[in-house]
């Protein structure tokens, strides 16, 4: 029933979201080229609250758990199990004050209302997952860059994601290149839970009432065994994804 219900929901949801996009496309075009990366960030902010606005459309509720006073004042290393696109939303939106930046596949560069215009100019950078030491480069890029700017990276150490909620092993290099050209970020774990039941179903239709968790862990401050570090962030993020017991 409640598949044959999501059928008659869900193109109401795509109008609303890709609406979003379009609407704000122009509007971060304008913000970026009159006052440049200021004018880009609070856009890009609104342009995710609405996108998970759209969302509650199909009865998604977020809830973002955060215990710990994290800095603005110096870099963050966001570590986070990866179980849907609509893992993004929300850490961009909770996350705005700490300007979280992403690595994100080249293909997403081009051709997306909104969400291209935002990874080639807001300071993400784009890979191509067939070709792992340029890879490897452009995520140590984004390492200087938050090292410098006080900004903050996002990455999904999985490298795919899952389609169950149940979280799949880390693979290290692309976090270790982080962790090596960002020594003064603190890391801060964040485990995702039920954003997969978004897209139980496939693209289409949407899965209905996901209630989607976020929940800050522990931060961790680089202590340069990045071996046992990496170790230590993957327990911490992993500890708190319960979707698939």
């Known amino acids: 029933m409640q598949k044959l219900l999501s059928?008659?929901?869900?193109?109401?949801?795509?109008?609303?979201?890709?609406?979003c996009l379009l609407i704000f496309h122009p509007i971060q075009w304008i913000g970026f080229k009159i006052f440049g990366y200021s004018g880009l960030k609070p856009s890009v902010?609104?342009?995710?609250?609405?996108?998970?606005r759209s969302t509650n459309i199909l009865g998604t509720t977020y809830?973002?758990?955060n215990n710990y006073d994290l800095p603005t004042d110096r870099p963050l290393i966001i570590v986070t199990n990866h179980?849907?696109?609509?893992?993004?939303p929300p850490l961009i939106w909770y996350m705005r004050k700490h300007h979280p930046k992403f690595v994100s596949k080249k293909e997403l560069g081009k051709g997306i209302p909104s969400v291209s215009f935002n990874l080639v100019h807001g300071g993400s950078v784009l890979i191509d997952r067939n070709d792992g030491k340029?890879?490897?480069?452009?995520?140590?890029?984004?390492?200087?860059?938050?090292?410098?700017?006080k900004r903050s990276a996002v990455i999904f150490p999985e490298g795919t994601r899952s389609r169950d909620g149940h979280p799949k092993?880390?693979?290290?290099?692309?976090?270790?290149?982080?962790?090596?050209?960002?020594?003064?970020?603190?890391i801060v774990p964040i485990s995702i839970n039920n954003s997969w039941k978004l897209v139980r179903f496939g693209q289409f239709p949407m899965?209905?009432?996901?209630?989607?968790?976020?929940?800050?862990?522990?931060?961790i401050?680089?202590?340069?065994?990045?071996?046992?570090?990496?170790?230590?962030?993957e327990a911490s993020v992993v500890s708190g994804v319960n979707s698939f017991k």
Do not use: W
Not at 134 to 149: C, D, F, Q
Not at 169 to 185: E, I, Q, R, V
Not at 207 to 219: F, T, Y
């Open 7 to 19: 059928y008659i929901i869900t193109p109401f949801f795509f109008v609303a979201f890709g609406l």
């Open 63 to 65: 809830r973002f758990t």
């Open 45 to 52: 902010s609104k342009l995710n609250f609405c996108l998970m």
């Open 169 to 186: 092993p880390f693979k290290p290099m692309g976090l270790k290149m982080l962790l090596k050209k960002a020594p003064s970020a603190l």
């Open 207 to 219: 899965g209905l009432g996901a209630k989607v968790r976020l929940e800050v862990q522990q931060p």
């Open 83 to 88: 179980q849907s696109m609509y893992d993004i």
């Open 134 to 149: 340029s890879a490897i480069m452009e995520i140590g890029k984004l390492g200087t860059y938050i090292e410098e700017h």
């Open 221 to 233: 401050e680089n202590k340069g065994n990045l071996d046992e570090l990496v170790k230590q962030i």
